[in-house]
């Protein structure tokens, strides 16, 4: 118990207008309120109800009355039921308010009961088992308060619909300084997942029903429902998804006023299209009280809006490795009822010039689970490279629970190139593995995100391939951040080919180094072994790592320093890594992050380079 507290006041700063106490006049004036007799929790929670209060709608009297009046409840949450309160004035503009706590009411009866199918479901008996307050203890009402939206909550999440309280009483006797507690939660029958009905759907409605993250006849969890509406919209199929219980009761849907939705319409249907007669609330109550415990699977609608059927994007950028480019999409989510979509891509800058299109075949999940028939055409002119490539894919993608995706791929590329002067056209045929993760959060300026990429490929003549090799390459990416404004962003890239006949390999399966995204200070794919003539071969290896550190400078302003170092060589280790540092500033733009880097190179006593790019890391 709580006894008189004197000593230390709390000065608190009310929006208080009052007027003084006992003296004629009208006149408002503010002031500050000193608190004394109780501190800690107890006085916040005393400053928290008298901030609501705006004086000028109180006459001198009733002013002081709500003063004492929010002063009292504020106490009495915490067991205090009979403080004495005192309001003095000071000054024109500070008054003292002296509270005595008075006696504290401890808890004398505490009773909590759960009955129905709750009081077996762990969720339920652990917010039970983990109620704070024990007899004996001074009463609090904030913990019992918080019991009763827990169950209720709870009752909602798993499926409880008829729940409710028999009981839910607290009996105060400040003479007696004790108070009883009697909570009676019947949460009746528990709710399972009856079958799904959808309308509106363009896709195979089985297909639809194979993406259930649950099964008929399982208890109703609402996370469900959340998932598989999630992923009905991950999809791409629709412009709008619902996914939801039909909650109305029979009861419920005779006696409504009906509404215009499409589900109304059919439920109050009989088979022969006649509309069902509305019945009192007495009688159908009373059936219904029967045949309860036979009528506790819950319908789901399932209601979905076609998505655009073509979808057009326009982009355009700049960035010193490719100077000004733009990019044009056309997207077709779904082309049949079984899902099947088709997108394509053309991307158009100086050095490159780039098509490409996927065809998705979706499988048992279409979300996680696909086959993909990719192919493109593109044409590079740049440094010592020139190369026109056709690629044709047909690959199988799996999405795994914890988010890693694995492709197996096999690959047919046809390339007729010109590296460093040493002209080729090689048809090889390959196949491969990658295993890929990226993750974030807002994708659009990450605070925390890592990205990583493992690819393994194989190529032999002895299947008519032109060129025979082993390649593998790796990526990684981190971003975190230290409090608000500190933000670390960390690169490595690796690659390796293992060939007895490099000139064979065309130049897209060769390595290069430098660039805005790779050792800044170096032009783009300026790094990499040379021939007798001094022009670009593209290495056997590549191995490039970056540090960043970003300082926020003022709201969407953050300024950078960072430090380079890679190159794409011959051998695994390299006499001299490539090593640029430099200085940047960041501004998250509406568009996405938009860089600026000035980057010095350190074999090059009087070289800078400007480095521009719009979008984010990942």
């Known amino acids: ?32 309120a000193q608190i004394e007799g109780v501190e800690g929790e107890i006085a916040d929670n005393v400053r928290l109800y008298l901030d609501e209060v705006e004086a000028e709608q109180y006459s001198d009297e009733r002013l002081e009355g709500e003063v004492r009046q929010r002063t009292r409840e504020a106490m009495r949450v915490f067991g205090y039921y009979e403080p004495q309160i005192e309001l003095r004035r000071l000054q024109p503009d500070e008054a003292r308010l002296i509270i005595e706590p008075g006696p504290r009411i401890n808890i004398e009866v505490l009773e909590i009961l759960l009955r129905g199918d709750a009081a077996d479901d762990p969720p339920f008996k652990e917010a039970v088992e983990n109620f704070p307050l024990e007899e004996g203890d001074p009463l609090l009402h904030a913990p019992w308060d918080s019991l009763r939206r827990q169950l209720s909550g709870l009752s909602l999440e798993r499926g409880y619909f008829d729940w409710g309280f028999a009981d839910r009483r607290m009996e105060v006797r400040p003479f007696e300084q004790s108070a009883r507690l009697y909570m009676d939660f019947d949460s009746g029958p528990r ?21 259930q993250t649950f099964e008929t006849g399982e208890p109703y969890l609402a996370s469900e429902l959340a998932r598989y509406n999630q992923r009905l919209g991950e999809t791409g199929w629709f412009s709008s998804v619902s996914v939801r219980p039909r909650l109305e009761t029979a009861h419920e849907l005779v006696i409504s006023e009906p509404d215009k939705s499409p589900w109304w319409e059919e439920a109050t249907l009989t088979a022969g299209g006649e509309r069902r007669p509305r019945l009192s609330a007495a009688s159908l109550g009373s059936a219904m009280a029967v045949h309860q415990s036979e009528n506790t ?14 979808r057009f994007e326009i982009g355009v950028g700049y960035a010193t490795d490719v100077g000004p480019r733009l990019r044009f999409g056309w997207d077709q989510p779904w082309i049949n009822r079984r899902g099947h979509s088709l997108k394509h891509d053309l991307y158009l800058s100086a050095p490159e010039q780039r098509f490409t299109g996927v065809y998705n075949i979706p499988l048992e999940d279409p979300v996680r689970d696909n086959y993909r028939l990719q192919y493109g055409l593109r044409s590079e002119d740049d440094n010592d490279t020139r190369t026109l490539e056709a690629t044709v894919e047909l690959a199988r993608r ?73 390649r593998l390459t790796g990526d990684s990416e981190w971003i975190r951040m230290l409090g608000n404004d ?16 490099f000139d064979r390999i065309p130049p897209s399966l060769r390595f290069f180094a430098g660039g805005d995204r790779s050792v800044r200070g170096y032009s783009y794919e300026s790094l990499a072994p040379t021939n007798d003539q001094g022009r670009l071969r593209g290495g056997q290896q590549k191995l490039t790592t970056s540090v960043e550190y970003q300082r926020r400078v003022s709201g969407d302003w953050w300024g950078a320093a960072f430090v380079d170092s890679g190159d794409a ?35 090059h006593d009087d070289d800078w380079r400007v480095h521009f790019s719009i979008g984010p890391e990942f």
């Open 398 to 470: 799996w999405e795994f629970e914890n988010r890693w995706v694995q492709t197996l791929y096999w690959r047919t590329t046809y390339e007729d190139f010109t590296q460093g002067g040493d002209k080729a056209q090689v048809l090889i045929y390959y196949p491969g593995i990658q295993w890929s993760r990226t993750r974030t959060r807002n994708s659009r300026f990450p605070s925390w995100g890592d990205r990583q990429q493992l690819s393994l490929e194989y190529s032999d003549t002895a299947w008519g391939s032109d060129a025979q090799f082993f």
């Open 191 to 211: 709710y399972r997942f009856g079958n799904i009905r959808i309308r509106g759907s363009h896709i195979q409605p089985d297909r639809l029903k194979r993406m």
């Open 1 to 32: 118990m709580q006894g008189k507290r004197v000593g230390r006041s709390i000065r608190v700063a009310l929006n208080l207008m009052v007027v003084g106490l006992g003296m004629a006049g009208s006149t408002s004036w503010a002031m500050n």
């Open 569 to 603: 060589f011959d051998d695994w280790a390299p006499n001299d890594l490539k090593t640029g540092a430099g200085l940047g500033a960041r501004w998250i733009s509406p568009v996405g992050p938009i860089r600026f880097d000035i980057a010095h190179p350190f074999d």
């Open 297 to 310: 699977r819950l319908p789901i609608d399932v209601s979905v809006e076609p998505a655009d059927r073509h």
């Open 486 to 501: 500190n933000r670390f962003v960390g690169r490595l890239s690796v690659g390796a080919i293992a060939t007895s006949d």
